[in-house]
């Protein structure tokens, strides 16, 4: 069944997840949050706010760089995969819709880039960075993002998402609202 609006046909059958989780000690580490597709669906819009603070503990505080990297993944088939600690990053399978990403640096600046292949089935990848004076007072970040994947899912994947750190220590949030419509035949 479906709906026209706007000259656009919509599916009915719309539904949304929405799940939170809060990491109260990063410190160049990170944590992964994790969950099974029970049905075939396809995910069409994602909502994303993070927030990160400074948590201001026995000093001292030099000035630097407050960054927390969020990213989320599907595990194709099961569970996903980590890399080593203490970043426990989502582990993504190179793609091999894309080739090896190329950098063009005529100025020779200092360059990192990782990974330098392309992930498959990554639908979020955003960063946070704040600075924290010496004296480690008020330092905050936050983020809204808003994506529309359009990205099949079947039942017995998995949909990951990891925050780490590096920095001084933070407390970081991520909240997530999934919009998807099930696959025909599903109810």
Not at 156 to 177: I, K, R, T, W
């Amino acid at each position: 069944m479906t709906e026209t609006r706007l000259g656009a046909t919509l599916p009915l059958n719309r539904r949304v997840i929405s799940f939170g989780w809060e990491l109260a000690d990063l410190h160049n580490n990170g944590a992964d949050a994790y969950f099974p597709v029970e049905v075939d669906m396809t995910m069409i819009a994602l909502e994303v706010d993070i927030a990160t603070m400074l948590i201001i503990g026995p000093g001292p505080f030099g000035p630097s760089p407050v960054q927390v990297l969020c990213t989320g993944a599907v595990g194709r088939g099961g569970p996903p995969t980590f890399g080593p600690q203490p970043q426990a990053a989502l582990n993504q399978p190179a793609t091999s819709d894309a080739g090896t990403l190329a950098v063009y640096n005529p100025s020779n600046l200092n360059v990192a880039v990782a990974p330098s292949t392309a992930g498959q089935d990554g639908f979020l990848r955003l960063m946070l960075k704040a600075w924290s004076p010496a004296d480690g007072s008020a330092s905050s970040a936050s983020r809204h993002v808003r994506t529309t994947p359009n990205m099949r899912l079947n039942q017995g994947d998995y949909l990951g998402f990891h925050m780490d750190h590096s920095g001084p220590l933070v407390d970081a949030e991520l909240q997530v609202v999934i919009g998807y419509s099930l696959e025909p035949g599903q109810s």
